[in-house]
């Protein structure tokens, strides 16, 4: 059989935690299977846990930026060149991307019509595609409708990852025989801790993330100071803190800024694989994240938790691991947003002992919804 992994990455580690996680799944059910890795973003060569394995890729979106460029630029037909091209003899498609459909992204007609083409032509050579738990929406505009559309004629499976998304694709007309609702799969990937971090292990997590800056308005200008001063109070109540670079060179910056701001006196931990960052994540006291899968690697792993929060998709996590009061409002009452973090600080071990509770419950889920995958897919 022969599988394609569409919408991953190892740029974000969220988005390659995701690609291990569908990985691990495949060669568990299907340990003969032929693998496609088709990235969303230009990378060169196949991530290293994926070498020597029996997995390939497409070196024309490896080598497309260029090319790609300049057919766009005389009008001819480009998607060759990217990651919306349907190879042959695909069975299955599974995209792992964790947030690609919405209003929020302004997607083109042009953009539109390279995605619907490429639906169509994995139909048209009998390929089925998932679209694995996923945050949706919303879709109020002319292209997130035609979004939706394009989406319920062509994806076999449509999963939902929360109860808000759920209902924004659900109220934009997907069709709810192929709408699933569960929750984040990468709660199945163990992590693995890095020895020469040793040096932080129990010490409090901080997590940066430059969508804080490009993807909200009143928050934006606040976002690098509010994060220095939620560390200034964890260090002056008697916590030891650190920075985690959770995906590129935007977040790596944000880090090196507030480092400096802060006489460069923290360690900031860079140049991990995914399931590195998760084992740093898993071996935190306490975690201040605004990525999302910063947010989900602690709580699967018992670690507690805040966020600041430019989506919803960060609410609905904290939900489904029993947590409430637990997004920072950057622009928010100070002394209010302090009160979550001390009241965190102070019931550590009651808050641990929800997350490992909730964590069974959404294992049992995650491992209920592979299952039936594979069955709809008739493996």
């Not at 919408?7 to 003969?32: D, F, R």
């Not at 430059?210 to 606040?222: D, F, G, S």
């Not at 904290?318 to 209010?336: K, R, S």
Request: proline share 3%; hydrophobic share 40%.
């Amino acid at each position: 059989m022969k599988i394609q992994i569409d919408g991953t990455n190892t740029l974000n580690k969220g988005a390659e935690l995701m690609l291990v996680a569908i990985y691990q799944q495949i060669i568990k059910k299907i340990p003969a299977a032929e693998i496609l890795y088709i990235p969303n973003e230009i990378e060169v060569g196949l991530p290293i846990f994926l070498q020597n394995k029996n997995v390939k890729r497409r070196r024309a979106v490896e080598k497309g930026r260029i090319p790609s460029a300049i057919l766009r630029r005389l009008r001819l037909p480009y998607a060759y060149f990217t990651s919306k091209y349907a190879s042959k003899n695909i069975d299955l498609v599974l995209d792992g991307a964790g947030f690609q459909f919405s209003d929020q992204w302004g997607y083109t007609k042009e953009r539109l019509d390279i995605l619907e083409r490429y639906y169509k032509n994995l139909k048209n050579q009998g390929t089925k595609i998932v679209l694995l738990p996923q945050a949706f929406g919303p879709f109020e505009t002319k292209q997130g409708k035609r979004m939706v559309k394009i989406i319920n004629d062509y994806v076999d499976i449509i999963i939902a990852r929360e109860k808000i998304s759920y209902k924004f694709i659900a109220d934009a007309g997907a069709n709810k025989e192929k709408l699933w609702l569960y929750p984040d799969f990468t709660l199945l990937v163990k992590g693995t801790f890095p020895e020469r971090y040793e040096s932080i292990r129990n010490k409090v997590c901080v997590i940066p993330n430059k969508k804080m800056i490009t993807h909200t308005k009143n928050a934006a200008k606040h976002y690098g100071d509010f994060i220095k001063e939620i560390i200034v109070h964890l260090e002056n109540s008697g916590e030891e803190v650190f920075l985690l670079n959770h995906e590129g060179a935007g977040d790596l910056e944000i880090c090196k800024q507030i480092n400096e701001s802060h006489g460069n006196t923290l360690t900031v931990v860079n140049n991990l694989t995914a399931t590195e960052v998760k084992g740093v994540i898993g071996a935190s006291r306490m975690v201040v994240s605004s990525r999302f899968h910063g947010v989900a690697s602690a709580l699967n792993q018992g670690v507690p938790c805040l966020s600041t929060s430019w989506n919803h998709k960060y609410q609905m996590l904290f939900e489904d691991f029993g947590q409430h009061n637990t997004v920072l409002a950057v622009d928010g009452e100070w002394n209010e947003e302090l009160k979550k973090i001390d009241d965190i600080r102070t019931n550590l071990n009651a808050v641990k002992s929800v997350l490992v509770e909730r964590k069974m419950v959404l294992t049992i889920e995650a491992e209920t919804m592979w299952n039936r995958i594979w069955q709809e897919v008739e493996i």
